[in-house]
């Protein structure tokens, strides 16, 4: 099952949005932080309502530790990044792989860009930065879960 890796959220509504989809979807999540704002935050809460409890998180305290857990599990670690030349589409996900996104604000340091396996890009139009961070995970991990077969069962209720 791929997983869902945030850098040092910001927008406590982006996290909450991202943790909703991750609980839909079944992909565990791992929060590196330090964040920007409390995680414990109403915001969070809000945006993510009642499906906060129905996703597995991982709070990791800085990047190195992050880095040090991620190295021993053996998972390759995609960046989305508008600094890449890979589309999203034509990168071959495989099911242990860890999405990463970075803050809204900054994206990721150099280091943590230096660090990933893979760095893939969603195509948008020119002269436009970015999408909203939630819908770029959104798209990525939707792109991974087909290509790795791994959506979750449609319940017949």
């Known amino acids: 099952m791929p997983r869902l890796a945030l850098f040092q959220p910001d927008i406590p509504q982006n996290t909450g949005t991202m943790?909703?989809?991750?609980?839909?979807?079944g992909v565990p999540v791992e929060i590196i932080e330090p964040a920007g704002f409390d995680v414990s935050d109403?915001?969070?809460?809000?945006?993510?309502?009642?499906y906060l409890d129905k996703?597995?998180?991982?709070?990791?305290?800085?990047?190195n530790?992050?880095?040090?857990?991620?190295?021993?599990?053996?998972?390759?670690l995609v960046l989305?990044?508008?600094?890449?030349a890979v589309p999203y589409t034509t990168f071959a996900f495989a099911p242990d792989d860890i999405?990463?996104?970075?803050?809204?604000?900054a994206g990721v340091p150099d280091d943590v860009h230096n660090a990933a396996d893979a760095r893939v890009i969603i195509p948008m139009e020119p002269g436009l930065r970015s999408l909203n961070v939630a819908?770029?995970?959104a798209m990525l991990l939707g792109e991974?879960?087909?290509?790795?077969?791994?959506?979750p069962a449609i319940s017949s209720d």
């Open 80 to 84: 989305a990044t508008t600094k890449a």
């Open 99 to 105: 999405i990463l996104v970075g803050r809204e604000s």
């Open 65 to 76: 530790v992050f880095e040090d857990w991620r190295r021993m599990s053996g998972s390759r």
């Open 19 to 25: 943790l909703r989809l991750a609980a839909c979807l």
């Open 144 to 151: 991974s879960l087909r290509q790795t077969d791994a959506f």
């Open 42 to 50: 109403r915001h969070l809460r809000r945006s993510g309502l009642d």
């Open 135 to 137: 819908v770029t995970a």
């Open 55 to 63: 996703v597995a998180i991982t709070r990791h305290i800085s990047w």
